[in-house]
């Protein structure tokens, strides 16, 4: 017995049933041996760490663009965030601790630079359709490894696809928007809990608000500190989910899922849309559709940015030319949208 084969005996022990145990994964894209050593949870959570595209968030905006400060929230520490949320609530209920953990490093590889700004100027440009949750998992089929992709588990891409769509509801009705697994649906939860919290922290800090312009009720029933407010959501999802009709539903108390509601209405209004923000997400938006019309109109320096980007070898022969694009732009960080748009668009000095 490998020491696989022997961990994954034991994980039917503590995981309970409503869990997905690595051994009944549905497989991948493309069949391959087993990893001797690891499941195959685990060796997709290893091949996202070790990906361009994961190492690429670290220079990828969550709310506030290129900020100067060490403190504020990056696209990979929220990231980090999403995974630690999600594996404590999975480990309180016997769920699948690797599964959650890959669904949660790889959920928002597809983000674009600029955070939402990045994402609407592709949805104008490109396609109303463009959403970073399925460009998320184009990472991971086709982009990664020069076109070969990461080829992961059926578990780990449907959790990618479904995880938080913006302002979506926390906990969705309709089953078309559930992931096909428990661990799926936490990491979508633990995604919402995350930037609730960081987001709102980070706004007070830049002085976007104010500590005692947050709704009285928000700070009454989740808390005054980042590590309050988590506490109050995770512990809170994790005493009110409850065995139905044979299955573990995902459930929060009406005070805790109403006052969420609220917090995130309040963030929308007066951190996402405030002026300092929106502002500057527009000027972001104006360097991406630029940067979009000129590699559209210069195949040689579009070639030469998808080889430095490691994209080169991907299959573009039945991919339009908008789609190559797309991919391309999508894949930037910040910094480097900057220094190309600069490069491409501002004059040099002759001597």
Do not use: W
């Not at 559709?289 to 940015?305: D, P």
Request: proline share 4%; hydrophobic share 35%; net charge neutral.
């Amino acid at each position: 017995m490998s020491i696989r084969e022997d961990f994954e005996k034991r994980e039917k022990n503590f995981i309970s049933h409503f869990g997905c145990p690595s051994s009944e994964s549905r497989g991948r894209l493309r069949a391959e041996e087993p990893c001797p050593v690891r499941t195959a949870f685990q060796r997709d959570r290893d091949r996202i760490v070790y990906s361009n595209a994961f190492r690429r968030l670290k220079r990828k905006t969550q709310v506030f663009l290129s900020p100067l400060g060490d403190h504020y929230r990056t696209r990979l520490t929220h990231t980090l965030e999403v995974s630690e949320i999600a594996r404590t609530m999975a480990r309180a209920l016997r769920l699948n601790e690797d599964l959650v953990e890959a669904i949660a490093l790889a959920h928002d590889l597809g983000h674009p630079p600029f955070g939402h700004g990045g994402e609407m100027a592709l949805k104008e440009i490109y396609s109303p359709d463009f959403s970073h949750h399925q460009q998320s998992l184009r990472i991971v089929d086709m982009l990664e490894k020069n076109g070969r992709g990461l080829n992961l588990t059926y578990e780990v891409r449907d959790g990618i696809l479904k995880h938080s769509k913006g302002y979506g509801k926390i906990i969705p009705d309709d089953p078309e928007e559930m992931a096909c697994t428990v661990e799926g649906n936490i990491v979508r939860i633990a995604d919402i809990m995350a930037y609730l919290n960081h987001d709102l922290d980070d706004a007070i800090r830049s002085g976007v608000i104010a500590a005692d312009q947050v709704p009285d009720n928000c700070t009454k029933v989740l808390g005054r500190t980042h590590s309050e407010r988590a506490t109050v959501m995770i512990k809170d999802l994790i005493s009110s989910s409850k065995v139905h009709n044979g299955e573990l539903r995902l459930s929060m108390s009406d005070a805790v899922f109403t006052t969420m509601a609220e917090l995130r209405q309040f963030l929308y209004e007066n951190v996402y849309r405030s002026p300092q923000v929106h502002n500057e997400f527009v000027k972001a938006k104006r360097i991406l559709i630029e940067l979009f019309t000129f590699f559209l109109n210069n195949q040689k320096k579009l070639q030469q940015e998808l080889v430095a980007m490691e994209m080169s070898e991907c299959n573009h022969d039945s991919q339009s030319n908008e789609r190559i694009v797309c991919d391309l732009i999508a894949s930037l960080t910040d910094r480097y949208a900057l220094d190309l748009y600069s490069k491409i668009f501002f004059p040099s000095p002759l001597f």
